[in-house]
């Protein structure tokens, strides 16, 4: 054999293995399926991301989280929700995390957003106004197994927001979402398809007009609690159980995973007890009962981080906020005790208030999340974050904004990435372990 064709076969060979493991080229066998970062390889969304640096693209995408905090905040209270509706749309404003479904007979493929802090699932149809023209819609009248529910199903009464004027008719509803958007629905039912499960009869929300700029292109996928969730719509599938790894936002070429059922769930994994709100049962609140930085353990009140359902106070696991944030007392202790123990000067770059020059990162203490019955040692890679631009690195969270009157805490993406983070509703509890999410 010729030089040629050796060189030949050894191209082969290595075109062959890139496509075998090629995380874009197909799902996860079973009820898994890719968590895909909207700027990775694998996204249809990524285009506009790939020049930012890493701490840019944070900062762009935590923008959105004053929003996003004020919408938590108006769920928490059980009240119409009130917030300005912000007119226009914006080239890509989505949340963080999407997974690749199909929905109706045959299958059209959709790139959904992940949010552990909605029910009902949404996407944009055919004829929708205001939806982003980037990205094509949901054709209901070429699935064979679509229908239409009206306000006589018990559904619709299980949609927030939903309106009936008369019976019988089309079960409508409009939600905002991510704080400065809106949306108007039909309730309608569908053939969802999970990497190789099918749910039949899936109840969600065909869109057919948006305000604002934050509605993401393909739609959300809720993974709340609440009745319209897949959870819920799930039961008999998945028994109430999921977990989720969400890849670093470094990781340009590769995905996480969303694993559903008790099946291929970490066998030993340490949890802690899931409470539950009655004025919002979506949530997932967990018992967060100090923060250490370093050694120190912080002095903070307890009554600012008890869980009170009665005004929504306490901590919940967010899927869609970037970067963590506690109120502002609480944030205020944890931000001075590490100031005390990293050299300054400090400097503000965003929503991050407490900046340094990364030759002192030596000096970064790991800070710990105290949970009833578990700790959680935050890596430094979800505690830091460095410009690529500079020697500077960055405390990865910050207080609530001033301008939402909010007395919640949230543990966000940032802080979860290379965690497998597992739901088990069905035993009210909350599992974190060590994983490479990549």
Not at 115 to 133: E, K, L, Q, R, Y
Request: aromatic share 8%.
């Amino acid at each position: 054999m010729d030089f040629a064709a050796i060189v030949f076969l050894l191209f082969a060979l290595i075109i062959s293995n890139t496509n075998a493991v090629d995380p874009c080229a197909s799902q996860v066998d079973g009820p898994g399926l890719s968590v895909i970062p909207i700027y990775g390889k694998c996204s249809p969304f990524v285009a506009p991301l790939r020049s930012n640096s890493l701490l840019n693209t944070v900062l762009n995408m935590a923008s959105k989280d004053p929003q996003r905090l004020k919408y938590l905040s108006a769920l928490i209270i059980q009240k119409t929700t009130s917030v300005p509706v912000a007119p226009g749309h914006q080239l890509l404003n989505i949340n963080n995390y999407v997974v690749r479904v199909k929905f109706g007979t045959p299958g059209q493929l959709l790139f959904m957003v992940l949010d552990t802090s909605n029910d009902v699932a949404w996407i944009p149809c055919s004829g929708c106004i205001g939806c982003s023209t980037t990205t094509a819609p949901f054709q209901p009248n070429t699935s064979s197994s679509f229908g239409s529910l009206d306000c006589s199903v018990p559904q619709c009464a299980q949609v927030r927001g939903f309106a009936c004027p008369t019976t019988p008719s089309t079960c409508l509803f409009n939600q905002t979402y991510g704080g400065d958007s809106s949306f108007s629905a039909n309730l309608v039912q569908d053939s969802l398809k999970l990497a190789n499960d099918v749910i039949p009869n899936f109840a969600f929300g065909c869109i057919n007009s948006i305000t604002g700029g934050s509605i993401p292109p393909q739609g959300l996928l809720g993974l709340g609690r609440g009745p319209m969730s897949l959870l819920s719509q799930s039961q008999s599938l998945y028994s109430g159980v999921f977990s989720y790894c969400l890849p670093s936002f470094r990781s340009f070429y590769f995905s996480g995973s969303l694993k559903l059922g008790p099946v291929g769930q970490p066998k030993t994994i340490k949890t802690t007890p899931l409470l539950r709100n009655p004025h919002r049962p979506s949530l997932y609140y967990v018992n967060l009962t100090g923060v250490s930085v370093g050694k120190v353990l912080v002095p903070i009140s307890p009554e600012l981080l008890a869980f009170d359902p009665s005004t929504g106070a306490g901590t919940i696991i967010d899927s869609g906020t970037v970067i963590t944030r506690f109120i502002q007392p609480i944030y205020t202790a944890i931000r001075e005790e590490f100031r005390k123990q990293v050299t300054g000067p400090f400097s503000s770059l965003g929503a991050f208030d407490t900046c340094f020059a990364s030759t002192n990162e030596e000096r970064a203490p790991a800070l710990t999340f105290h949970f009833s019955g578990l700790d959680l040692v935050l890596p430094t890679e979800n505690s830091l974050i460095h410009s690529s631009s500079g020697p500077l690195a960055c405390l990865a969270m910050a207080g609530s904004p001033d301008n939402v009157n909010s007395v919640l805490n949230v543990i966000a993406n940032l802080q979860q990435q290379n965690l497998r983070i597992l739901f088990d509703v069905a035993n009210s509890r909350l599992g974190i372990a060590r994983e490479l999410c990549n």
